[in-house]
């Protein structure tokens, strides 16, 4: 008898998804899967697994084979049979973003740099084969308009503020900053907000102003908000929405290259997990984190051809710091040799530049006659015949070349080097013309030519000024891949490569500042009594103190730093959390001193009773 047709036709539908269940096809879309359906279950299994993947005898002993491969299968049957994944776009998509899942699980258990190096190549090579460009895309992320853009972008600045600031603080309240560098900054915005002064007595242990170390009246642009929220935590929070707020600037310098709305969100992305710009935010408040803003508004504002705002962002730029005159010149000099500039923004650049060298020389001429000098020992790599002047360095540079490339190509500095150009993919050193090597000069002078380790190490704030300057450097170069005929589909594969490194090495070098969450709820019995003992000495007390209790003290007109103070104080602060040469309990131990706290565990409080003030 024959069957009816309907059940003929839904017997022919089962039969068809079973054979396509059971059969393993090989065609291009079901490899594709199957490699996609790997690299999640490779993932899951470094999350699931306790031991880190690295430990490999311990590692496939909490790991089920059998499972893992029931898994794959299971996923690559998904991504073949159900009819969505089906879209080239969404299953290239997916198998972008199940390598970037997979580089960052790996990233947070090992962050050697040559390991990141080789997760970063990793999502390349899966970048460049998966057969699907952006443009091809269905739905919002071909169509996003300037109005996702901005909101994406907002979104994303949000959580690097969070991230950053967040933590910064935990560290403030957990008592696990430093004098250097927050201590001295914390004293010197109260006495700022109390005098408008910026004064310190525990920077040089004695009261002088800082502009004396670094002339950078900027600061005075966080006054305001200070004096409404005075704490030292506020700054915690203000420097990194200081950093991330150039995200502005870059947007309007992507749209003047005309690029689309999503090449400029992926350097919106760039930026805001470019690794160097929250380690150098990590390392607490520095006048350096209003480099990078200040130089994107300088250099949208000489693009756009806008001499007065060109202008008030280099004076703004020039109150930075000292040093920050280098950014200045090096920017007005790119613009001065410009393609297709006009009259008006070479003579801008020109007058930028003039002012900027002479601002240079003038305020380094005060701080050597005035103040605590010019730090050209920093430069000393390049003294010669007992000189360690400024003069000097320049002129060893120019006459010995190959001693400056010596000193630029050591271990430490290459492995610097990858952490700052892999993140955007060596787009900055995708150069069209020689004038694109103006650009480089803060890259070099700054970081890489001195021999104080501090400038090439990406978890200081050395990078804020020269990453700005690398990051724009990217965009000019991927905005002219169009007029060299590199194909659009070419083009968006290497700016998603270039995100996707972003991703990686944020993760692999900052996502560890994460223990300082569990750190702090671990310590919230130490941390009670600390802040108890610093309660009971009085707001008006002159106060010497263990470097990472100093800021939390530092709303007050008098302090030092106990290690390296020659200063009597009435009160004494010893951090007993962990062992120092330099200081004791039992130095106050007499009948000089009268014990206020005291915790062997934690703190120890001394009151000098011969302190005459």
Not at 387 to 401: G, N
Request: proline fraction near 4%.
């Amino acid at each position: 008898m024959a069957q009816p047709e309907e059940e003929l036709i839904e017997n022919t539908e089962k039969h068809r998804l079973l054979r396509g269940f059971l059969r393993l096809e090989f065609s291009s879309r079901s490899m594709q899967a199957l490699f996609t359906a790997w690299l999640i279950c490779a993932a899951v299994c470094i999350l699931r697994i306790d031991h880190p993947f690295n430990e490999l005898a311990s590692y496939m002993k909490d790991l089920s084979f059998v499972i893992m491969l029931i898994g794959v299968f299971a996923i690559w049957q998904l991504l073949v049979l159900i009819p969505v994944f089906k879209n080239r776009g969404v299953i290239n998509c997916i198998t972008i973003s199940s390598a970037i899942l997979l580089a960052v699980t790996a990233a947070c258990e090992h962050n050697e740099i040559v390991f990141l190096t080789g997760l970063c190549g990793a999502v390349a090579l899966t970048i460049k084969f998966a057969d699907i460009p952006f443009y091809d895309m269905p739905g919002i992320i071909k169509r996003a308009g300037s109005t996702v853009k901005w909101s994406v972008a907002v979104l994303l600045m949000l959580v690097f503020v969070l991230f950053v600031g967040i933590i910064c603080c935990m560290k403030y309240f957990d008592h696990w900053t430093s004098c250097f560098d927050f201590g001295i900054f914390s004293q010197m915005f109260h006495y700022m907000k109390e005098t408008g002064l910026p004064l310190t007595t525990c920077e040089r242990d004695g009261l002088l102003t800082h502009f004396a170390v670094h002339v950078s009246p900027i600061y005075y642009l966080l006054l305001p908000i200070y004096c409404i929220f005075p704490s030292p935590a506020t700054l915690l929070i203000l420097q990194p929405i200081v950093v991330v707020s150039g995200v502005i600037p870059l947007l309007l310098i992507c749209k003047k290259h005309s690029l689309s709305q999503l090449e400029s969100l992926l350097f919106a992305v760039c930026y805001i997990v470019f690794p160097s710009f929250a380690g150098g935010c990590f390392y607490y408040l520095h006048e350096n984190c209003f480099l990078a803003p200040l130089i994107m508004w300088l250099i949208y504002f000489l693009e756009t051809d806008r001499a007065v705002l060109s202008c008030v962002f280099a004076l703004l730029l020039l109150l930075v710091k000292e040093d920050a005159a280098v950014y200045a010149c090096v920017i007005a000099l790119y613009f001065v040799f410009a393609d297709k500039a006009g009259k008006k923004l070479r003579l801008t650049s020109a007058g930028i530049f003039a002012v900027s060298l002479a601002y240079f020389v003038v305020i380094t001429g005060i701080l050597a006659a005035y103040g605590d000098g010019v730090m050209s020992w920093r430069y000393k790599n390049y003294s010669y015949g007992g000189s360690d002047s400024l003069t000097s360095v320049i002129l060893a540079a120019v006459s010995d070349p190959v001693y400056v490339i010596q000193q630029c190509f050591t271990a430490e500095k290459l492995t610097f080097m990858l952490q700052m150009l892999l993140p955007l993919a060596f787009l900055p050193f995708v150069l069209r013309s020689p004038k694109e090597l103006i650009m480089l000069i803060p890259f070099v002078l700054i970081n890489l030519m001195t021999n104080y380790g501090y400038q090439y190490n990406i978890n200081y704030q050395y990078t804020f000024g020269s990453g700005a300057a690398l990051i724009y450097l990217a965009v000019v170069n991927y905005s002219h891949f169009d007029r060299g005929g590199i194909p659009k589909k070419k083009r968006y594969k290497v700016l998603l490569t270039a995100a996707a490194c972003c991703t990686v090495l944020f993760i692999g070098l900052q996502g560890g500042r994460l223990d300082t969450v569990q750190s702090y709820i671990k310590n919230e019995e130490t941390r009670g009594k600390i802040d108890y003992a610093l309660s009971l000495i009085p707001e008006d007390a002159s106060v010497a103190s263990s470097t990472f209790l100093l800021p939390n003290l530092s709303q007050r007109d008098e302090l030092y730093q106990l290690e390296t103070t020659k200063h009597e104080a009435e009160y004494y602060v010893l951090d007993l959390r962990y062992n120092s040469e330099q200081f004791s309990p039992d130095d106050y131990k007499n009948d000089g001193y009268e014990e206020i706290y005291y915790d062997d565990t934690c703190v120890a409080v001394y009151r000098n009773k011969n302190y005459s003030g």
